[in-house]
């Protein structure tokens, strides 16, 4: 649903950068260091689109992290050794 609406709207709200645009780039910022693998960032265009819009916007330089570390592999769980 958020990958449709992006891929018609700039940003999520009107026409302008909202908070609404910046939370949704501090969650998908955590999602691409973690478990946003390239293949996942592939299907995700338009979101990717507005996280980097948002992350390099002038009046966020720094605050979201001008050099955000994609992750190549998504972090995966791996259950705890069993105790005998």
């Given at each position: 649903m958020l990958?449709?609406?992006l891929s018609k709207n700039t940003?999520?709200?009107?026409?302008r950068l909202t908070l609404a645009d910046?939370?949704?780039a501090a969650y998908t910022k955590f999602a691409?260091?973690?478990?946003l693998d390239p293949?996942?960032?592939k299907r995700?265009?338009?979101?990717?689109?507005?996280?980097?819009t948002v992350v390099h916007h002038p009046g966020?330089?720094?605050?979201l992290g001008e050099n955000v570390e994609y992750c190549?592999?998504?972090l995966t769980f791996v259950p705890p050794p069993k105790e005998n």
């Open positions: 990958e449709a609406h940003f999520l709200v009107g026409e910046v939370m949704l691409v260091t973690v478990t293949a996942a960032r995700l265009p338009a979101v990717m689109r507005h996280f980097e966020l330089k720094g605050e190549e592999k998504a």
